[in-house]
């Protein structure tokens, strides 16, 4: 018997074992429903509950983060995978049903038992295809213990901040936020998205709400650099008399709090009433799912009356159904808003205004541009993102290209099996091959095959669903600016440089304060090493997404703890030192981002230097300070060079992190202001999952991040080549 038919006999057993269960799993995953879901906490446990008394086929659910809900099923229906009902919000639904990801739900809809906003919303065309689960808009939250009586109007609870305790703030509302901003919006007769798809933020009517907002903040009524959790913090601490925010706000309140909850007040100078956007939780069935009457039957059953009652007793969900009463206060008062709401537009023009509208909020707010200047910027970059894609090119000269490519290929490899012992060669190194393919295999799959789809995918634009062949086009736009100056703000040579100079600065100080305490650690006089040790790696062993969390907290112009700093240290001096809005000039954004990634980077260089200084000779040492060196000396001339080799690694590894460091850039600054902090990593992920989806674009962008990182690889490693030279001499 041959040795590749003894390693077939004995990799049998193996392949049978792991083919086995995929198949005992696709027959199981066949015999099930399968849910996916973004709800969280008191939703998500009701939802458990309610499972427990279905009396179909089992459902298998799976929990999926809101932000990464509508990419995975963008991957995995397409390919007949994923779910066969997904909840989500109903403005998704026009880009859901360009991508051919759901289908009309036919009988899972009863017709009559839902409001009238809720039918709406979830039917395009003619075509219904969501079932209402739950409604969703903000309100009016009032502290009672703050609050005697209710204003009728904004301007009135804007009045009430001189009557206030200090401290204390008279509305808590994310005012930067587009979504918050479009109730104020609404009442001034504006609108997010205009009739045509065109952009909605801009003109008089914006302009006007935009000036609230500034009259609100300059009376201290608002606070500034508001999100959501500083609105919750502010509102469950008593910190704030009204807090303007959705039902999940009353989710993280104490039951020691006394509150209630209104519908939005009127806009004095307008008249109108602050309409807030309105959003349907839906039940969707993809195309799988919708073929299938038991999942049909499953769906009918999540929106009933019996789960929409248990969702509003348990979870204060704002039922869709208008045959589900509710003696909460609250769940009345929501319902109540939801009736004046402006439900969300399903285009898909409507997921790419929020980015340049946020960060025309952002830039109006902090007084860095005019209101008309900021909008209008804006509008242009909504433009950009909704233009047409490049026109179809043909593959016949990347087809000619590729076949040249594997016609030289085999033409090499005919050669080489022409020559003497080529077929022994190959006999004697089957045995080799066959304990490598198992690394092969994986290294291929998880490295190899997506780095080629991501290439191919560089070459095709158009939105999902509706890609084409494009070429070199998404590459020529991306290094033309498309057409605009080249280094304007998001452009990719300033994303570029402002991602060099990142990374340097970093790397520079993870290195230094690497050493330094990498230094002091190896120090044998030090007394208690090992608890600093412990110490000094916690930066490292936190999740960095947490830390960077905590320092964007820490940074806050109003209530960080930098700031608080900052302001008693000045107090101390006698000095007046006025809180710095750290988000809102490039140079102090950065320096945010640094100083969060240098905590977080420079644990990993005190480690490594610590095991590199452990390798250190002590003869070496002792005999350059018998020759009379230093300590500076012994370190520059003889500890350096000699732990130089052991670092470049580190520094190569760091550089590549620090290069592609998403989450600290992404959470911290969020690429304020106006983009300039943004990374080549954090500018791709835009491009891919907030402007329109252009998949393409981004794969482009992460094709020239690739070449990038590939030459700064080569580059370090010949400077590690040289310095182990240096030091081998």
């Not at 952009?199 to 914006?206: C, D, W």
């Not at 205004?353 to 860095?368: F, H, Q, S, V």
Request: aromatic residues 8%; glycine residues 8%; proline residues 6%.
């Amino acid at each position: 018997m041959s040795n590749l038919a003894r390693w077939v006999l004995r990799l049998a057993p193996l392949l049978w074992a792991l083919w086995l269960p995929s198949r005992a799993h696709a027959g199981a995953a066949s015999e099930r429903i399968r849910l996916w879901h973004a709800w969280r906490g008191e939703e998500e446990a009701v939802l458990t509950e309610l499972l427990t008394s279905w009396d179909g086929t089992p459902v298998e659910v799976l929990a999926v983060p809101y932000d990464a809900l509508s990419s995975k099923l963008g991957s995995a229906i397409p390919f007949g995978e994923g779910p066969d009902v997904f909840v989500d919000s109903h403005e998704r639904l026009g880009e859901y049903q360009r991508r051919e990801l759901v289908a009309p739900v036919g009988d899972a809809f009863e017709p009559g038992v839902f409001v009238a906003e809720a039918e709406a919303a979830v039917t395009i065309d003619g075509q219904t295809l969501a079932v209402p689960l739950s409604l969703k808009s903000l309100a009016l939250y009032v502290n009672d213990d703050l609050v005697q009586r209710v204003p009728a109007d904004l301007e009135g609870i804007a009045a009430l901040q001189g009557a206030l305790p200090a401290g204390v703030v008279a509305l808590a509302y994310e005012a930067n936020n587009a979504y918050a901003h479009a109730a104020l919006l609404h009442a001034c007769g504006g609108r997010m998205l205009a009739p045509d798809d065109g952009f909605g933020l801009v003109g008089p009517e914006a302009e006007a709400s935009l000036e609230v907002v500034l009259s609100l903040l300059a009376s201290g009524a608002v606070p500034s650099e508001a999100d959501g959790a500083l609105v919750t913090n502010l509102f469950r601490s008593g910190k704030a008399a009204f807090a303007m925010s959705g039902p999940w706000l009353a989710a993280d309140l104490p039951t020691s709090l006394r509150y209630h909850v209104e519908t939005l007040p009127v806009l004095a100078r307008t008249g109108t009433r602050l309409q807030p956007l309105l959003t349907v939780e839906s039940a969707m069935l993809s195309p799988n799912g919708a073929d299938k009457p038991e999942v049909r039957r499953f769906a009918r059953w999540l929106a009933s009356a019996t789960a929409a009652r248990r969702r509003a007793e348990r979870a204060r969900g704002v039922t869709a159904r208008n045959d589900v009463p509710s003696d909460d206060p609250i769940v009345r008062a929501f319902l109540e808003q939801a009736g004046l709401a402006v439900p969300m537009s399903t285009s898909t023009a409507m997921r790419a205004t929020w980015e340049p509208a946020n960060k025309a909020l952002r830039k109006i707010l902090r007084g860095d541009a005019p209101v008309a200047e900021a909008l209008a910027e804006a509008e242009h970059r909504f433009a950009l993102v909704m233009r047409a894609p490049p026109a179809p090119r043909s593959p016949t000269l990347l087809l000619l290209a590729l076949g040249g490519f594997a016609l030289m290929g085999a033409v090499l490899l005919g050669q080489r099996a022409r020559t003497a012992g080529f077929r022994d060669q190959v006999r004697r190194s089957i045995p080799a091959w066959l304990w490598l393919v198992h690394a092969v295999v994986a290294v291929g799959a998880l490295v190899v095959l997506p780095l080629v789809v991501g290439a191919a995918t560089s070459l095709f634009a158009g939105p999902p669903g509706d890609v084409h062949y494009v070429g070199s086009a998404n590459f020529v736009d991306i290094l033309t600016a498309r057409g605009g100056p080249l280094f304007a703000s998001g452009s990719f040579w300033l994303t570029l440089v402002i991602t060099v100079v990142w990374t340097v600065v970093n790397v520079a100080l993870h290195v230094g304060l690497g050493l330094v305490f990498g230094l002091l650690l190896a120090r044998p006089v030090l007394r208690m090493r090992a608890m600093y040790r412990v110490l000094l790696i916690i930066p490292w062993a936190v999740p960095n997404y947490v830390t960077a969390l905590a320092w964007k907290g820490m940074f806050h112009r109003q209530f960080g703890a930098v700031t608080g700093a900052t302001m008693a240290l000045g107090d101390w001096l006698g000095i007046a030192i006025e809180p710095i809005s750290w988000f809102s000039r490039f140079s102090t954004a950065f320096t945010a981002n640094v100083a969060t990634n240098a905590w977080l980077g420079f644990p990993f260089m005190m480690v490594v230097t610590v095991a590199a200084l452990g390798s250190v000779p002590k003869d070496v040492l002792e005999a350059a300070e018998v020759d009379g060196a230093s300590r500076r000396q012994r370190f520059l001339y003889v500890t350096l060079p000699m732990i130089g080799p052991s670092l470049i690694p580190a520094i190569m590894l760091g550089a590549i992190w620090t290069f592609n460091m998403f989450n600290v850039v992404f959470l911290v600054s969020g690429g304020d202001p106006d983009g300039t902090t943004d990374i080549l990593v954090s500018e791709a992920y835009r491009w891919a999952f907030t402007r329109d989806a252009q998949y393409g674009y981004a794969a482009a962008y992460a094709v020239l991040i690739f070449v990038l990182l590939s030459g700064i690889t080569r580059g370090l490693d010949r400077i590690g080549a040289r310095a182990k030279a240096k030091a081998a001499v």
